[in-house]
């Protein structure tokens, strides 16, 4: 496959350190500011720590309405158990796909006392009319996410389709696209995109260069320039072992509403949403 005309870089975001749950340190990569530009995409938290001080407490019973959590786990081990009965654990490598639909409560805890916990959580939107739904969850271990190997990259393809790989889930209205790239140092990956779709690519390890020059250093998410007549991107290894999230999906372009863990269209939803929550109802 050769690009005929690759996007270029937009603008690199370091994020917000800050915590969530009971205290768990992590990095806000896609804030609240970045919903519009990357619609469907609502959040990406980077977290990642020796230091079990950083991530013990967890996240305790909250609830979710109106959308979808994606879980990676690179390394650690955390528990999952929500309103529907469901319960699982995601450890390295693995994925947890949770669609809230019209509630779940759920508590996300480490499942380990001391050691290395990295990974991230991305929220996905929900077309209005899917808002509702029923909750669905998978949890999909390591072994299960396809995988393919071409010119000192390897690819694991979580979401959406790659090379012709078809990843583990794909949804029909935002056609989200979830790769972790582990490239070899100056090895480079093309991926095919449409230029309506909005993407973004995090560095986890070493560093990256778009073809067009600007380079994405370390704990930096690039947002992918919407270059008119583009047909993908092409992104070149550093000198050093790379490895980076590419996620891009299709814009629902519907209104927003946030109120934390619900994300609604109107305000009128999310009192709804509250209400239904104290008194029970939500899930
Ligand atoms: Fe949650």
Same mark, same amino acid.
């Not at 990095?27 to 500011?33: A, D, E, F, G």
């Not at 230091?51 to 305790?60: E, K, L, N, R, W």
């Given at each position: 496959m050769t690009l005929t005309q690759p996007r270029a870089g937009e603008r690199l975001v370091a994020g917000l350190a800050t915590s969530d749950g009971a205290g768990v340190k992590l990095?806000?990569?896609?804030?609240?500011?970045l919903q519009r530009r990357l619609d469907p995409f609502l959040m990406l938290d980077a977290f990642g720590s020796d230091? %079990?001080?950083?991530?013990? %407490?967890?996240?305790?019973d909250h609830p979710h309405r109106g959308f979808e959590t994606i879980s990676y786990m690179l390394e650690g081990r955390m528990r999952h158990r929500d309103s529907a009965g469901n319960e699982g654990l995601i450890e390295g490598g693995g994925v947890q796909w949770m669609t809230a639909g019209r509630g779940v409560i759920h508590s996300e805890l480490p499942e380990q006392q001391q050691g290395r916990m990295e990974g991230f959580q991305l929220w996905l939107n929900l077309p209005a009319k899917d808002k509702l739904r029923d909750p669905w969850y998978r949890d999909i271990a390591s072994a299960e996410i396809p995988e393919f190997e071409q010119d000192g990259v390897k690819v694991r393809v979580i979401a959406g389709e790659s090379h012709g790989v078809k990843g583990a889930v794909q949804r029909e209205h935002t056609e989200p696209l979830y790769l972790d790239l582990h490239l070899a140092p100056g090895a480079s990956f093309e991926q095919l995109l449409p230029e309506t779709h909005n993407a973004f690519v995090y560095v986890y390890r070493g560093a990256l260069r778009f073809e067009t020059g600007c380079t994405v250093p370390p704990q930096r998410m690039a947002i992918l320039a919407n270059t008119p007549g583009s047909d993908g991107v092409r992104l070149v290894a550093g000198d050093e072992p790379t490895r980076a999230i590419l996620i891009a999906g299709k814009p629902l372009n519907e209104p927003i509403a946030q109120y934390g863990p619900f994300v609604m269209n109107t305000q009128a939803e999310l009192m709804q949403a509250v209400r239904d929550f104290q008194t029970g109802k939500l899930a």
């Open positions: 990095t806000r990569v896609l804030t609240n500011t230091q %079990a001080d950083d991530y013990i %407490a967890g996240f305790p």
